[in-house]
């Protein structure tokens, strides 16, 4: 992704500012300045065989890409390597021949899979040195947690001669620094606890005399409508706006619309735009949840909510109790999985069993009644369906669900059917079921609902 061009003077005979870091205990170093970094490239290289086998979600682009765009700042590539000196030395050098700013993260461990210091000491062509300083603290760490200390932590304290050491406050491997010729290297440790910490209190500073006027974006969330519905509906409007940038993000149950650019005026015009077109479709802005928005709705509206669950386990009682402060509005919830238990602790009708079948519209609808009574909620959502792979059939096939909704103007039942596979039916059906209660607390009192 291009930072954007600058017509200016070339980078060779730029001035150069200098930035005091002794307050942040970093040394001082030089940086081009902030109306250079039109050419400015910065790249990231992830280090371990873990991301490439699938076995831990990446999360270090998102959150570097997050941290870099507060200050107007974007990744220009990221690349995930395997554990091995070659292979990250190799990836290093590449990355050091074409970019600014390169960060590599994970692999400063003390094991023996652990070796992005010595793949970058071979880079640089520098020795290791042990830094007993490094050691003493390490030891610090172990201790005042009451544990001992492996002898191989001691690989931590090695450095390669001429970096420049970060703290780590969270952990016991520390990050490593290198300027030369007016590009930098940064190490920074693989778990996200270490990394996020460290890069905004040792490397954000370094950053911010290279900072540029930062692109807004506005996150819309959207619920109930597929993207590419949403983009038929918004887009060209949203064009006659002068909205430069619109992506779309599809998530089981849900649709991120994203709006950038320079101008807060347009952005603002193009969230309300999106508002008028997909009304109450839209659940919220930025980072909010849907699970969020219905606590804070119910919380506005005084009122107590409860959940019954089959096919979803659990996940929609869960979701809302993520939430801080859901105790002021969430009376409990049941989890019941077989024909006794939705008898038993919901009062669901055996002849509504037998007749109808588990995953009913009826048994959906009982579900709802049974735990908005005996909770004494005000709302309750039920969510009864087929999350497969088997149980399915020709007039009930795996991905059917339907959802109850039980408040004092009556029950409510909706039948969808969604993604026949089953960790995804269930994010989807919570999110329906959660959608579903936000509706009914937003049209209060009852009425139709589509979700």
């Not at 003077?9 to 081009?32: E, F, H, N, Y």
């Not at 706006?241 to 089981?252: D, K, N, Q, S, T």
């Amino acid at each position: 992704m291009s930072l954007g061009r600058c017509n200016a003077v070339p980078m060779t005979k730029s001035k150069r500012i200098r930035v005091d870091l002794r307050k942040a205990g970093g040394r001082a170093w030089q940086i081009p300045k902030a109306s250079m970094l039109g050419r400015v490239k910065i790249e990231c290289i992830t280090t371990g065989s873990e991301l490439l086998l699938g076995q831990v979600l990446n999360s270090h682009p998102g959150y570097l890409s997050g941290r870099l765009a507060t200050m107007g700042l974007a990744l220009a590539r990221q690349t995930s390597v395997t554990d091995g000196k070659e292979a990250i030395g190799e990836v290093v050098k590449e990355a050091w021949g074409r970019s600014d700013l390169v960060i590599v993260t994970g692999g400063l461990g003390p094991t023996s899979d652990d070796v992005t210091r010595e793949a970058v000491a071979d880079f640089l062509e520098k020795k290791m040195k042990f830094h007993p300083e490094i050691l003493e603290k390490i030891l610090g760490y172990f201790q005042r947690r009451g544990l001992h200390a492996p002898e191989m932590v001691r690989l931590q304290a090695m450095v390669p001669e001429g970096m420049e050491v970060l703290p780590n406050e969270m952990g016991t491997a520390p990050g490593l620094f290198w300027e030369e010729k007016g590009k930098i290297l940064v190490l920074l440790p693989g778990p996200p606890r270490e990394l996020g910490p460290m890069f905004e209190a040792w490397v954000e500073p370094r950053l911010r005399g290279w900072a540029k006027p930062a692109q807004i974006t506005k996150v819309v969330r959207v619920a109930g409508i597929g993207e590419s519905a949403v983009q038929e509906r918004c887009e060209a409007e949203l064009r006659k706006l002068g909205v430069g940038e619109i992506g779309y993000c599809a998530r089981p149950g849900e649709v991120d619309v994203r709006l950038r650019g320079a101008d807060l005026k347009i952005l603002e015009d193009g969230v309300k735009m999106l508002r008028k077109i997909l009304g109450e479709a839209v659940y919220g802005e930025g980072g909010e949840t849907m699970e969020q928005v219905v606590v804070g709705l119910a919380r506005v509206a005084k009122v107590k909510l409860a959940t019954a669950e089959s096919c979803t386990g659990g996940l929609v009682a869960s979701r809302i109790t993520d939430v801080a402060g859901a105790s002021e509005v969430f009376m409990g919830g049941w989890v019941t999985y077989s024909n006794e238990g939705k008898m038993r602790e919901l009062g669901v009708k055996a002849e509504s069993l037998e007749r109808y079948g588990a995953v009913s519209g009826v048994v959906a609808g009982e579900m709802a009644e049974g735990a908005r009574r005996r909770s004494g909620a005000d709302w309750a959502v039920a969510v009864t369906g087929i999350a497969g792979p088997g149980g399915g059939s020709p007039g009930k096939p795996v991905g059917l669900v339907y959802l109850g909704i039980a408040g004092v103007g009556g029950v409510e039942t909706i039948e969808k059917k969604l993604v026949p596979e089953r960790k995804t039916f269930k994010a989807m059906a919570s999110q329906a079921a959660l959608n579903l209660l936000r509706v009914k607390l937003l049209a209060n009192p009852f009425q139709k609902t589509e979700v």
